[in-house]
């Protein structure tokens, strides 16, 4: 694949171009960094959104469910979708109302998905799922049956159609605004990771392995 | 406005029904902690899906953007928009991978959303949007111009189709499983505060303000 996506119109920025960015390695990082997407699709000319997790693999988003998930049998049919990815870094405090901003990096891939088949690449993509949230985590776990497999429809969305749009750093504040004696700046946000909290049912040998108390995101 | 939002057939959850909320009260307290919405919505046969600050006045959900933004200028037709907040809290860390979660709230909304006319009614709904997002900031900026609310395009969304959805606590295995030498619990997630960074034109003289300084969501 060429490093760089081309922009149709769809995924071309018409105001602040300079936050577009067609960086395939850019949108990748964005995508490898997060681990919730926001699926739009349609039912009955109505729109719908609904978070799930995803993973990506090579070209591919892939995202999954339960097979009776009304989102994923209307995806299913090679229906038009839109995967958004957003994570928010920061509040961007101008001197002025009008140029508040957030900082953030987001994606939009557009595209059509199919349906995953075949028991040894949904094994090959539940695995993908579960280390692209919690890397490490696979080894350790009961694999899923063949039951749990029917029960888990999988779709793929392939990475041709998509866009990162960017903003960082400090207000942008018109001139005559500098003169203000108001506090202007960023409060920077981030995804933090708590203490991990047992199962109550946990066996009382069984300690918490460092991929889970090293966890983090960034 | 009544205590609970009748579900629809859109609204009702078909699995795990027993994660489907529709109290206003519970429903309205994600929506308040939340800032950062997805919006989906049609164009041309296509979902489309963006990410965009909101606030939540009584009974109504106000988005906002710049006039000449695709998505707000589509939406402005009393086109069908769908809207979704996400709160991530947690990994949820099963013993086998079929049955790993994550612990999440999140509100779904479906309608028609009007434009907001008028210069008081504009300014009322952008000190809405500033104090849902940092609360007391207000006060100190300077207002929008006649211009800059003209530049500005404010949808208005009825919370009468919407519901929450909500996952919490411990991983659920099948009982054969709690036998399984694996650690089993929570990560806890949540959206962390950083020191504030001062714009680099910042006047000397002015200081952090209190509610930056002690800015926080939950």
């Known amino acids: 694949m060429s490093e760089v996506i081309t922009p149709t119109s769809r995924t071309k920025l018409r105001r602040s171009p300079g936050r577009g960015n067609f960086d395939r390695a850019t949108i ?23 978070p799930t997790g995803y993973a990506r693999v090579g070209d591919r988003l892939l995202i999954h469910g339960s097979s009776a998930s009304r989102m994923l049998r209307a995806l299913a049919g090679e229906a038009e979708v839109c995967v958004t990815v957003t994570l928010i870094d920061g509040l961007v405090l ?26 040894r690449e949904k094994l090959r993509a539940l695995r993908a799922f579960s280390e692209h949230v919690v890397p490490g985590r696979w080894q350790e776990v009961r694999r899923p049956s063949k ?16 866009s990162a749009k960017i903003r960082t750093g400090a207000p942008v504040d018109d001139e005559a605004d500098y003169a203000l004696e108001v506090w202007a700046g960023v409060i920077p946000l981030r995804l933090a990771v708590g203490v991990p909290v047992d199962d109550p049912r946990l066996k009382d040998d069984v300690g918490v392995p460092r991929y889970v108390s090293n966890y983090r995101r960034d």
């Not at 990748?28 to 959104?49: K, Q, S, W």
């Not at 901003?101 to 995953?116: D, E, H």
């Open 94 to 119: 101008a001197r002025s109302a009008f140029h508040h901003s957030m900082n953030y990096r987001s994606v939009v891939i557009l595209g059509q998905a199919t349906v995953v088949n075949g028991e």
């Open 28 to 50: 990748y990082r964005i995508l490898d960094e997060a681990f919730v997407c926001h699926v739009g699709f349609t039912v009955d000319n109505h729109p719908f959104v609904i």
């Open 147 to 162: 039951d749990e497999l029917k029960a888990t429809l999988i779709l793929s969305l392939p990475l041709t159609e998509a």
